[in-house]
């Protein structure tokens, strides 16, 4: 069985949920001070925003994601062939 036979197909109204749990993850005190906090320390620099307060968001969105049976890593091959061989074959 590959990795991507034991991922959950996704339904509109799953997707729906997911996003929706996202959102409120988001807006919890706990979430919105770690996020303000990072927030006050970058300012309006593109790259620290991406450094600092990116990281904190994909951790809470890939928590969610986990609650519905989907991997937690963005990686999924659909077949037996290794990142490897597709980057070298690009």
Known sequence: MSKADLIPSLSQETAI???TKTIEQLQLPENLQKIDEARDNVGNEMLKM???IFPIVMQIQIDVIKEYGYPETREVH????SSEERT???
């Open 17 to 19: 949920e997911i996003l």
């Open 50 to 52: 991406m450094q600092f």
């Open 78 to 81: 659909t077949n037996n062939e």
């Open 88 to 90: 070298s074959s690009n």
